[in-house]
Structure formats: C-alpha cells, structure tokens
C-alpha cells in the first residue's frame, strides 16, 4: 500500500466534512426527509455535540493560553529574584567567608580548651585520689602543708 502525503490526506479529510455539512445543511430545510429517516436527529444531535466540544476546547485553550502567560511572568520575575539574590550574595560574599573562617578558629580553640579542660579534672581526680591513699596509710597529714591552715589559730597565743 501505497504511503499518503498527510498533507493531502487532511484535505481529503476536510473535503469530505465540508460534504457532510453541506449534506446536513440541505437536507436539514427539508423536514420530508428528516422525518423519512429517524437516524438524522442522531445526526443533528452528534452535531450539536460536536459543536459543544469544540467550544468547551476553544475555552481550555484560551485558559491554558492564559496559564502559560502567567507561568512565564512568574518564570521572569522569579529568575529576577534570582539574580538579585545572586548579586547580593556574591556582594557579601567575603565577609560571610571571613566570619566562617573566624568561627572555624573559634571553634577548633574550644574544642582544644575543652580537651585540656577534660586532662585537668583527670589528673585533679587522681590526685585526690593519691592523697586520699596517703592519708589513708598514714603518710600525710593536710595541716602540716606549706600555707595550709592549721586547726589551731596562730593569731590567738
């Protein structure tokens, strides 16, 4: 079979609905014939129909027309947006990194400090815990330490 040029077979296509119409068009004055064949009110019914769904497209695409137009406003002032905020980025740009920066500075410092801190109280806590053991096997008595106060008063003699 032989391809068709699709161009040529949609105005095949037309020439046979303008016939149609043409067709429906006479025979519609004549209410002989209309009344001879039961079938033409489903013609004119179908016809209305068509009619109607062709409207109701026309409609759908004047809205989807309509919401393409408004997406593409949104589309432009949102990428304005974009580049306003691009601009005001890159304008602060240096001075977010140098306050990143400081923070990073600041934050390794705590994190030493803290570990430091963390040595301190270890070596604190064994310490006690020395003297706690010395006190304990007798060897070590608090009130005969350099600047520790002793239970009597010296100040009352």
């Not at 032989?2 to 209410?31: F, M, N, W």
């Not at 096997?137 to 009352?156: E, F, M, V």
Request: hydrophobic letters at 35%; charged letters at 40%; glycine letters at 6%.
């Amino acid at each position: 079979m032989a391809k068709v040029d699709p161009k040529v077979e949609r105005e095949y296509h037309d020439l046979l609905y303008q016939l149609g119409e043409t067709a429906c068009a006479i025979l519609a004055g004549d209410s002989a014939w209309r009344s001879r064949f039961r079938s033409y009110a489903r013609v004119e019914k179908a016809r209305d129909a068509l009619h109607d769904r062709r409207l109701e497209l026309a409609t759908i695409e004047q809205q989807m027309d309509d919401e393409e137009r408004g997406l593409a406003d949104a589309k432009s002032a949102g990428e304005e947006e974009m580049e306003r905020c691009q601009a005001l980025a890159t304008k602060f740009r240096k001075a977010i990194n140098a306050v990143d920066e400081e923070l990073k500075g600041l934050e390794r410092q705590r994190v030493n400090r803290e570990g430091a801190l963390k040595y301190v109280y270890k070596a604190e806590k064994d310490e006690q815990r020395r003297i706690a053991d010395l006190e304990e096997a007798g060897k070590l008595d608090r009130g005969s330490w350099p600047g520790a106060r002793s239970t009597r008063s010296s100040w009352i003699s």
